[in-house]
Structures are given as C-alpha cells and as structure tokens.
C-alpha cells in the first residue's frame, strides 16, 4: 500500500525529471518594430516579457543545479552562482521562477516563447513537489505546449515541449500510469513515443543545430526499438555547440545513451529503448 505509492511516486518523479518538464532554454526573438508607420505597442510588451523569461530562465537553472547536486544527478560544475545548500532554496528559486514566467505570461501571452518558458518553469518546480502537484503541473504543460505549437508552428522549442511530455508519460510504467489517470485523475494514456519522435522531429526540421532536439529525438527512436537512427542522430547531436545549461545536461544524456546504444545494440532492438538516466 504506502510503500507501493512512495515508490511509484519516485518513479514518476523520474518520468518529469527526465521529460518534458526539466524543461528548456527561453531564447528570445523579436517581431517587427513598427506598424503603419508608429511604433507597436505589442513590440514593448514582447521585449519586457521576453526579459522576465530570461531572468526566470537564471532562477530556474539555479534550481536545476540545486536539485541536480543535492540528488546526484547531472549538473555544471562550474556554472555561477552556485548551487543552493538545501532543497527548501532550490524550492524559492523554482518557485520565482514560475513567478516570472507567468509575469511574462500575463504581459505577452500570444507567443510561443513565453508559453514555453512557463512550461520550463513548472517543470523545475514539479522537481520538488508532491506526485500530486506534478501531475497538476504535467496537465498544465501539455496544454501550454499545445497552444504554443497552436499559436507559433514555426518555433521549434513549442515542439520539443510537446514531444518532451509525450516522452515522459509514455515512459512511465503501466503501474504509476493507472495512479496518474485514476488516483490524481491526470493525462497520462494519450502519450505516446510515436507522438513524441514526431514532435521531435519537427523541431529538428526547424532548428537542425539544436542539441536537445537530436538527443530527444534519439530517446524517442530508441524506444521505439530503432537505435541504429537514434545512433546516427547522437552522433550528429553531440557534435553540435553546447549553448547553455540545458545542453550541457542533455549532452551528457546523450553520451550516456550512445555508450548503452554501442555496447547493447541487440538488447534494445525491438522496442525496448534506453533506460532513464541516472
């Protein structure tokens, strides 16, 4: 009873940690200035919104390595500032983080950017909170990411978002699904690692150079029991820039995931995939 919740509650805390909702980079881009000859008024709320993104992004990244450093799992070494000591810290930092991301929500909401921020955000909070607000946070996220791909079809990171969820939920056990679905009435059994290899592989279309969409992709196409092309799409990621955090993290889930790709290859044909990422 207890004991089977508590573990499934860390099972699917894993699920967000490894998916959608670790979340990624807000990269800011600007529209036109000026409109019939006067300047928009929607260019200066974009600009100040597109500002609060990048501010939370800080907060969120020093909540990643808090957690990150605190639980074992990837962080930068020589990122700046350093890690919070304890997790009641890196709570503050996720939780302003959100705080800025809907500030910029609110300000610009019809921008694909500033919806994927609030999903990144979310996702950093969900890292400490109770499997009940992570499913909360999870149905949230899916409905952003969906109207960010809704409102921007071109941007890639709307779409990584997207296949980021999808990965998350198809990837938790049958178990810990029936907890999401019937116990914290969640989304869970829509997601699929079809839905997500294609979502990834939209943003790859668009954004070719991103890091994080090769490796996604790869995650997705080895659990669909394809890692000769989950192989070739590492290669080609990990030679790509590292731009921020984000990609330093996601690399390093990508060597790990190669190295498992070239030592296993029969064990994974079929379906199985890569396991997740300690």
């Known amino acids: 009873g207890g004991r089977f919740i508590y573990c499934s ?3 699917l805390q894993r699920g967000f940690e490894h998916g959608v909702l670790r979340g990624e980079a807000v990269r800011g881009r ?3 200035r000026r409109r ?4 928009d008024p ?3 709320r974009r600009e100040r919104a597109v500002a609060l993104a990048r501010v939370s992004k800080q907060y969120s990244d020093l909540s990643w390595q808090t957690f990150a450093t605190l639980t074992g799992r990837d962080f930068h070494p020589s990122a700046s500032p350093r890690p919070a000591a304890t997790m009641e810290l890196g709570l503050q930092h996720a939780k302003r983080a959100s705080e800025l991301a809907q500030e910029a929500f609110d300000i610009f909401p019809d921008d694909g950017l500033v919806r994927v921020g609030v999903c990144a955000n979310l996702g950093r909070q969900a890292l400490f909170s109770d499997p009940r607000t992570m499913v909360r946070l ?3 996220v899916k409905s952003l990411a969906e109207a960010a791909v809704a409102a921007e079809p071109g941007y890639d990171f709307g779409w990584h978002t997207v296949g980021r969820w999808h990965y998350a939920m198809a990837d938790l056990p049958l178990p810990v699904k029936c907890i999401v679905k019937y116990y914290y009435r969640g989304e869970v059994f829509s997601a699929s690692f079809a839905a997500a290899r294609d979502a990834h592989s939209r943003a790859k279309e668009l954004n070719p150079r991103n890091l994080n969409h090769r490796v996604e992709l790869a995650k997705s196409l080895a659990k669909l029991g394809r890692p000769r092309e989950a192989r070739e799409e590492l290669r080609g990621a990990l030679d790509l820039p590292t731009e921020d955090l984000n990609d330093w993290v996601t690399r ?3 060597q790990r995931l190669l190295a498992e790709l070239e030592a296993s290859p029969q064990v994974l044909e079929g379906g199985r995939g890569p396991q997740p990422a300690a």
């Open 9 to 11: 509650a860390r099972v």
């Open 30 to 32: 600007r529209g036109p």
């Open 36 to 39: 019939h000859g006067r300047e």
């Open 42 to 44: 929607r260019f200066r």
């Open 138 to 140: 999870s149905d949230r």
């Open 252 to 254: 390093k889930q990508g």
